[in-house]
């Protein structure tokens, strides 16, 4: 059986290249992938789970609009942006944040367990691993609603893969997201895999949501049996929040593909010194001061 922890290797100096090319125009917020004027091709992906809630008093319409926007607000703040739409791939010219540079401190220091293991196409056990390292690493890069950090430009295009769920229940339901990135085990020739997913369910508690992470997981091994990708390893995470009738719930699975702002990069080194540094080695060497723990209901 493979290493829950594969080693780093040969694709390190490839996401040097990627990371040294993806830094944005602006000082101290991040730019949309495609954005002009960037410093190269090399993007950067952030994971995001949140839910917005509104009382249902005005129309249908509006009350979407509103938990929407406040889903954006929630946990890492990604406010105020103009949200396109993509395919929900990681390529060859991009980075996880958390995962490829500025690693989350758990993940590094092997703190992580798996929830699950589950067979490859060709037989090899891959494990399903929590997904909270990956959150709360966006949420320290973006920063909070209340305490902003490299938050995207205002008003920016900005590049995600996701999906979203709006609930106006005419009884009380829970209505959740999900999100899960698989990582590819040859990261030079093929793309990681994310799938967002976002419902309601009258059924509460953890059992109908560990179920759907497990064909989350499984729709994903799926699909690398159809491409041809060995996936070395799968993150996954949920929320899950119980809408009471007259309410209104917004649930959004989002990865924003950003470049980075000038300031996100410690003084006098190149953005390629984020490959080596662990998220807090990140936050020190900025330093920057300390964000209030993740907040909400998240599986992992």
Request: aromatic residues 8%; proline residues 7%.
């Amino acid at each position: 059986m493979m290493s829950i922890y594969p080693e780093r290797t040969s694709h390190d100096l490839h996401l040097k290249h990627v990371v040294n090319n993806a830094v944005g125009p602006f000082p101290a917020n991040c730019a949309g992938y495609m954005n002009p004027p960037a410093a190269g091709w090399g993007y950067i992906a952030a994971l995001k789970l949140s839910i917005g809630t509104v009382a249902a008093d005005m129309d249908t319409g509006l009350d979407g609009i509103v938990s929407y926007d406040r889903a954006e607000c929630e946990d890492a703040y990604i406010g105020q942006i103009n949200m396109l739409t993509a395919s929900s791939f990681c390529g060859v010219n991009g980075a996880v944040w958390g995962y490829d540079l500025a690693r989350h401190d758990d993940l590094a220091n092997g703190l992580i367990k798996p929830l699950m293991m589950l067979p490859r196409h060709d037989g090899v056990e891959i494990p399903v691993m929590p997904m909270a390292p990956l959150l709360d690493a966006a949420y320290r890069l973006f920063g909070s609603r209340n305490q902003r950090r490299f938050p995207p430009l205002p008003g920016s295009m900005v590049v995600c893969a996701n999906k979203s769920r709006t609930i106006s229940p005419e009884r009380e339901t829970t209505v959740w997201c999900a999100l899960a990135i698989a990582i590819a085990q040859d990261r030079l020739t093929t793309a990681n895999l994310f799938i967002e997913d976002s419902s309601d369910t009258e059924t509460t508690g953890e059992a109908p949501l560990v179920d759907i992470d497990r064909n989350i997981a499984r729709s994903i091994l799926l699909c690398g049996a159809d491409q041809g990708v060995a996936y070395q390893q799968i993150f996954i995470g949920h929320k899950a929040l119980k809408i009471k009738k007259g309410t209104v719930g917004c649930a959004l699975a989002c990865v924003p593909y950003v470049t980075l702002p000038h300031n996100a990069i410690p003084h006098n080194m190149h953005p390629e010194v984020l490959v080596d540094l662990t998220l807090s080695q990140w936050e020190q060497a900025l330093e920057l001061d300390p964000m209030a723990p993740y907040p909400g209901n998240y599986r992992g």
